[in-house]
C-alpha cells in the first residue's frame, strides 16, 4: 500500500505542482510574519520582531506542518525537483523560523527544517554538495545566520519540553544530520568572513531563540 502511494506522490507531474504549491504557501506565511510586509520583493529582516502577529498565531499548525512534510519528502526521495526552483524558498523560510524560534511552539518543526537543510547538502549525482550546498554558500540569509542558528538549535533540542526529552535531543541529532552543514560551510570564504565579523562585533547573546 506505502509503495503504491509513494509512486503516485513521487510522479514527476505531481512533485512539481505539489513543490510549486509549497513555496508559495511558504512565501505567504513570510508575508504574514514581516514586519515590512515587502516579502518576497525585499529581503525579510531578522530575527523577527518578539511579538507575534495575531494573523500568524490563528493559522493551523497543519499549514506550516505540511509544508515542511513535503519539502522533508521531496528532499529525502526527489531531491531533483529543487534543482531549478525552490532552494530560495527553502532557505528563506528556513532560517526565518530557525532565527525567530519563538514563532513555532512545536520543536520537532524546527528539527525537521534542519533536517531539510542537512539532507539538502548530501553529495548527490554531479551535485557533490548536494541541491542546496551552493544555494547556502551564497544566500545573503544564509550567509547571516547559518552558523548561528545551528549553534542554537543545538543547544535548544537538549530540551524539547516533554517527558521524552532526554531520548529526543539524541534522536533529534542524529535525524538533523547536524554536523554536515558546518562542514560544508565553513571552508567557504564567505561564510568565514561573515562570522569572524560577527565575533569581531559587540556581543550579542548567543542563541537566537
Known amino acids: 500500500m506505502m509503495e503504491s502511494m ?11 505542482r505539489s513543490s510549486a504549491f509549497a ?7 513570510l508575508r504574514l510574519v514581516d514586519p515590512a510586509k515587502q516579502h518576497p520583493q525585499r529581503i525579510i529582516g531578522l530575527p523577527l520582531p518578539d511579538e ?9 499548525e497543519y499549514m506550516f506542518d ?12 526527489k531531491p531533483t525537483v529543487f534543482t531549478t526552483s525552490g532552494q530560495k524558498e527553502i532557505i528563506d523560510f528556513s532560517m526565518t523560523f530557525l532565527t525567530s524560534t ?23 549525482g554531479r551535485y557533490k554538495m548536494g541541491i542546496l550546498g551552493t544555494a547556502l554558500c551564497t544566500h545573503p540569509l ?11 538549535f543545538y543547544v535548544e533540542c537538549e530540551k524539547t519540553g516533554t517527558h521524552t526529552q532526554f531520548y529526543d535531543k539524541f534522536q533529534i541529532r542524529q535525524d538533523s544530520f547536524l554536523p554536515r552543514m558546518p562542514k560544508l560551510t565553513w571552508p567557504k570564504t564567505r561564510h568565514c568572513r561573515s562570522d ?3 565575533l569581531e562585533g559587540p556581543r550579542t547573546p548567543f542563541c537566537y531563540g
Open 23 to 29: 513555496c508559495f504557501a511558504s512565501v505567504w506565511l
Open 52 to 60: 507575534v502577529p495575531l494573523v500568524f498565531k490563528v493559522q493551523p
Open 196 to 198: 569572524a565579523k560577527r
Open 102 to 124: 519563538w514563532y513555532i511552539t512545536n520543536p520537532y518543526l524546527k528539527s525537521k527544517l534542519v533536517a531539510i537543510l542537512a539532507i539538502g547538502v548530501r553529495p548527490f
Open 6 to 16: 509513494y509512486v503516485a506522490i513521487l510522479q514527476d507531474d505531481f512533485t512539481v
Open 66 to 77: 505540511d509544508v515542511v512534510e513535503l519539502w522533508d519528502l521531496m528532499m529525502k526521495y
Open 142 to 152: 544564509s550567509l547571516k545566520h547559518l552558523m548561528m542558528c545551528l549553534m542554537s
